[in-house]
């Protein structure tokens, strides 16, 4: 408080005949302007490698919601949000019961990464909402840059459930050294990818080239061709390499044909008992055996892995040595079947939903929006040899640094998925029923076709077309 001498007309005139002016004591209100504390806004995300340098999948949602709480700073908004995000190494049916499991108790995350696969028994369950109305709304900003081919993947009942994350090829991989052992030239080596692409190396010529390879001593026997080595989409390429179709695009629901299935169990029947090119007892070899073999590109002369295996190998298998893989590692599309038939490559497009359990669906996509950058994606890509999902990306400096990357973005333009349909997962457990029955020497592949439409059609009904 401060005191101010004041005066009106009167006072001067008392002061004139020496009357003392009065004072009085007046109190000071300074007014400030408070901004109020932002509000916070929780959330929880779930993200899964397995492969450990995927991490980005977990690291672009944390970059995505500093950057959007640096635009809610800059533009006064009084928000702020906080992301609680985790990353799985495990399992992936652990990964998947955990969201179930917390999706019917009412406990979901926020925000879901899993495979595209889950899009359609998730969404009838009721675990995620649609997102057509949000990614309508940043679709000139974001979205009109995603990859047309991977809507598909994302869309159920022509609705979109999804935003993609990333996906991959899964390239047939062959040692370099081994086939110069075996006699083939540089240049026979480098045409192997276009002969591939163009049809003319199917599978049952891989299949002779290896059992050629074994057969005079440059690879032990079932040492000719690995395929992965425990139950995975992976081999599915084969029934599609044949001709396979796996859902109807008119009516939604699942199919199989007969004639590709059956040439399908046959090839892999061949590979261990026929050829002897895969080692009887072959599934369920570990992982990392698995890993370490392949990566030393002079035991196996071909095996089927993923672009994410790249850089596995090279982080966790070759202490860095990328430049080991090129010298030594081929790769191409995966070889048709037969002739007259294109190759193939099996993708499995990795999507981000947001739960039915979020209260906050719009903040939540707004994070998915932030993450879904060229630059963004591209690191992912890069540290995880997964390929671009948007179409701005393969323009992009950092994508640009990644030679394999660039080498097999073609890949892509072949590419087929697993289904959409809420059912998959028993049609998928009864097909691996029976093609691991055939690779284990229990049941020819006749008798396990047999079986298969016997199971399909008990099990499923009218929602799976046998041709």
């Known amino acids: 408080m401060r005191k101010i001498a004041f005066c009106s007309l009167a006072a001067l005139a008392l002061v004139l005949s020496a009357c003392p002016p009065r004072v009085v004591e007046v109190e000071v209100t300074r007014i400030v302007e408070v901004t109020p504390a932002p509000k916070v806004v929780k959330l929880v995300a779930w993200t899964i490698g397995p492969d450990e340098p995927s991490y980005y999948r977990r690291d672009n949602l944390l970059t995505a919601v500093e950057r959007l709480n640096a635009d809610f700073a800059l533009a006064g908004a009084p928000l702020k949000i906080e992301l609680e995000a985790t990353f799985d190494t495990g ?32 969404s009838d369950a009721g675990f995620i909402i649609p997102l057509d109305d949000y990614i309508k709304k940043y679709w000139e900003s974001t979205y009109q840059d995603i990859i047309p081919g991977l809507w598909p993947a994302c869309t159920y009942k022509g609705v ?58 440059v690879v032990e026997p079932g040492y000719g061709y690995w395929t992965r080595p425990k139950k995975g989409g992976d081999f599915y390429a084969v029934y599609f390499a044949f001709g396979g179709q796996m859902q109807d695009p008119e009516t939604g629901k699942l199919v199989l044909v007969k004639d590709a299935f059956l040439k399908h169990l046959k090839f892999h029947y061949d590979t261990v008992f026929t050829y002897k090119t895969t080692p009887e007892g072959f599934i369920g070899t570990d992982w990392k055996v698995w890993h370490e073999t392949v990566s030393a590109a002079d035991k196996v002369l071909f095996w089927n892995g993923g672009t994410w295996h790249w850089a596995e190998w090279t982080i966790k298998y070759l202490e860095g040595r990328e430049e080991h893989l090129w010298a030594n590692v081929g790769f191409s599309l995966f070889p048709a079947g037969e002739p007259g038939l294109p190759p193939v490559e099996l993708s499995h497009p990795l999507v981000y939903m947001i739960s039915a ?18 630059d963004l994606n591209s690191r992912h890509s890069v540290e995880s040899a997964h390929l671009a999902i948007l179409l701005s990306q393969p323009g992009h400096p950092k994508y640009a640094e990644a030679p394999f990357l660039k080498e097999t973005a073609y890949m892509v333009e072949y590419a087929v998925f697993q289904p959409n349909h809420p059912r998959f997962g028993e049609y998928d457990t009864i097909l691996w029923t029976a093609l691991s029955a055939v690779m284990a020497g229990e049941a020819t592949p006749e008798d396990a076709l047999k079986i298969t439409i016997d199971d399909l059609k008990a099990t499923l009904g009218d929602e799976v077309i046998i041709k």
């Open 91 to 122: 399992k992936w049916g652990d990964y998947k019961s955990k969201f179930m499991m917390a999706a019917e108790a009412k406990e979901a995350p926020d925000i879901i990464l899993s495979g595209h696969e889950d899009v359609a028994a998730w």
């Open 357 to 374: 359990d979020c209260k906050e669906p719009e903040l939540a996509f707004r994070i998915l929006t932030e993450a879904t950058t060229a």
């Open 160 to 217: 979109k459930w999804a935003i993609p994350q990333d996906t991959e090829a899964r390239p047939m991989y062959f040692s370099k050294p081994l086939l110069r052992k075996l006699g083939w030239s540089d240049a026979e080596i480098a045409d192997l990818p276009r002969k591939v692409r163009a049809g003319e190396f199917t599978l049952y010529d891989l299949l002779e080239v290896a059992k050629e390879a074994q057969d005079k001593g």
